[in-house]
């Protein structure tokens, strides 16, 4: 049950080594200038020269330790995490779940509105005491002390790390691996979780007739989201099949790493290219590197693969928030209420992807706020 203070301090010769692999990186021959065939070579060599020649990690190492940082053991495994609380006298409990290939680094931009609403502008919004783990196998919550770990255990065990915090009663919220951890904790229900926030929920057409009379335009467009997931989504398979062999590489080369991580962050085909906070961005694949998470990374679509978690459709009562972004997969409310029978809030953004919490975090806080103010 010991809680432990931590502080993020990477040793000078992993730098030094960094340097010395992305100076020597070997970039592979190609035809292609454009994401048809994957990352295109173009596009992650000025990533890496970023990374390179420009990209200060001690002053981003100095940002992180800004907040405060924990480490416990739960059911074996060692688990990182970060604690904020909130100065307001009413400020709920929340757990924040980040996925794949991402870590608590994407949701720095939502950490001061969430925590301290008036002091960005929003008096009198609901504020939040915030726990943001690591996944199993992620970042600083590795190494993986053996296997087993996917949703439905990874959810357990954010119920007890939310008890050992103190908190009785608490919500959850989402996205990507992160939504399906938050589903597993509303289908665990345990008690003193008040509800949850999903950015996803992962249900699809069942083929029954009529199922898509009801779809609004918004889900019916969503649809060519769905297609180009199904289309690109070579990385669920190898990682939810062999993801063993493809650690080599991630663990050797910080180019292999930065270019599998790019894979979701900037889009199948670039549409995030131009947009997303590169800085943001090769913080995140550098806690990757550091930690040699690319061990450990797919061990989590490998065994929820086996056990279903995240995706099974239980019935649940669990008071759910939706909150569904127009350049992401598209959750469709008439498949979601095959489990979810209490959904209170359903909202359709009209911008932001799959890493909302990064860029589209002011409408992602805002439906935060509002979701459990309802439940307060």
């Known amino acids: 049950m010991t ?8 040793d000078a010769t992993q730098l030094d080594d960094l340097q010395q692999r992305l100076r020597h990186a070997r970039f592979p021959d190609t035809f292609s200038r454009d994401w048809s065939h994957g990352q295109p ?16 990690w001690r002053a981003w190492e100095d940002k992180l330790n800004a907040y405060p940082q924990f ?18 006298p009413d400020a709920i409990p929340l757990v924040l779940t980040h996925g794949w290939p991402s870590s608590f680094v994407e949701y720095l931009p ?37 296997p087993g770990w996917e949703p439905v255990r990874t959810a357990a065990a954010w119920d007890v790390l939310m008890k050992r915090l103190g908190y009785t009663s608490y919500g959850a919220q989402g996205g990507d691996a992160g939504a399906l951890v938050s589903r597993e904790l509303a289908i665990l229900n345990p008690k003193g979780l008040m509800g949850v926030h999903l950015q996803q929920v992962f249900a699809f057409p069942s083929g029954a007739p009529g199922e898509m009379d009801m779809l609004s335009p918004f889900e019916l467009a969503g649809f060519a989201n769905l297609e180009k997931f199904q289309k690109y989504n070579g990385y669920a398979d190898i990682q939810s099949k062999r993801p063993g062999t493809l650690a080599y590489g991630l663990v050797d080369s910080p180019v292999a790493q930065l270019a599998w991580n790019a894979e979701l962050f900037f889009g199948f085909e670039g549409e995030a290219a131009t947009s997303f906070d590169r800085e943001l961005f090769l913080t995140n694949t550098a806690i990757f590197w550091f930690t040699a998470s690319g061990s450990g990374q797919g061990n989590f679509f490998l065994e929820g693969s ?57 409408a992602l806080v805002a439906d935060m706020q509002s979701f459990f103010s309802r439940l307060r």
Do not use: C
């Not at 070579?41 to 200060?56: G, K």
């Not at 480490?71 to 307001?88: A, C, K, M, V, W």
């Open 306 to 362: 086996q056990t279903g978690g995240g995706y099974r459709e239980i019935p649940t009562a669990v008071p759910t928030a939706v909150a569904s972004f127009a350049n992401d997969f598209r959750s469709v409310r008439t498949f979601a209420e095959r489990s979810f029978s209490n959904i209170v809030q359903w909202t359709e953004m009209e911008s932001g992807g799959h890493f909302a919490a990064a860029d589209a975090s002011e």
């Open 41 to 56: 070579v173009h596009f992650i060599r000025e990533l890496a020269e970023q990374w390179l020649n420009s990209y200060d």
């Open 71 to 88: 480490l416990t053991e739960i059911d074996g495994q060692t688990i990182h995490f970060l604690h904020i609380r909130s100065p307001e």
């Open 110 to 146: 939502v950490i001061g509105p969430l925590t301290n609403p008036a002091a960005h502008g929003k008096p009198g919004a609901q504020a939040f005491h915030l726990v943001i783990p690591s996944l199993p196998g992620y970042g600083f919550s590795t190494p993986l002390a053996g």
């Open 3 to 10: 809680i432990t203070p931590f502080k993020i301090a990477i």
